[in-house]
Nanobody, 129 residues
Framework: QVNVVESGGGLVQAGGSLRLSCAASGRTGASYSMGWFRQAPGKVREFVGA????????FYADSVQGRFTISRADAKNTIYLEMSTLKPEDTAIYYC??????????????????????WGQGTQVTVSS
């Protein structure tokens, strides 16, 4: 079992910045590829971005490219989502997920929810206009 916990959500004005954190724990010594998804009210969950287990590659949705940055802490399974130039349409619950059992993260599978095995409970981000 792997536990995934997000933190850092909140209320911010349009144009502002916010940083989310995510920590995954459970399998000693293992490093996981991890991703961020979000779900706005009345909409389906959508891919935001992801980072490979060693931090070597990052992937982003077109809607956040250039505004959001994913990074990995020295503690192997802690990642961050730095969000800048936030827009009201970025308002959503943001979920972190860990890809533990499946194939390596790559462009062809990174945005599919089924790629990820464990999910956090989500953290609310609200951007006011």
């Amino acid at each position: 079992q792997v536990n995934v916990v997000e933190s850092g959500g909140g209320l911010v004005q349009a144009g502002g910045s916010l940083r989310l954190s995510c920590a995954a724990s459970g399998r000693t010594g293992a490093s996981y590829s991890m991703g961020w998804f979000r779900q706005a009210p009345g909409k389906v969950r959508e891919f935001v971005g992801a980072i490979t287990w060693n931090g070597g590659s990052t992937f982003y949705a077109d809607s956040v490219q250039g505004r959001f940055t994913i990074s990995r802490a020295d503690a192997k399974n802690t990642i961050y989502l730095e969000m800048s130039t936030l827009k009201p349409e970025d308002t959503a619950i943001y979920y972190c997920a860990a890809a533990v059992w499946g194939p390596a993260l790559e462009a062809s599978n990174v945005d599919a929810a089924r790629t990820y095995d464990y999910w956090g409970q989500g953290t609310q981000v609200t951007v006011s206009s």
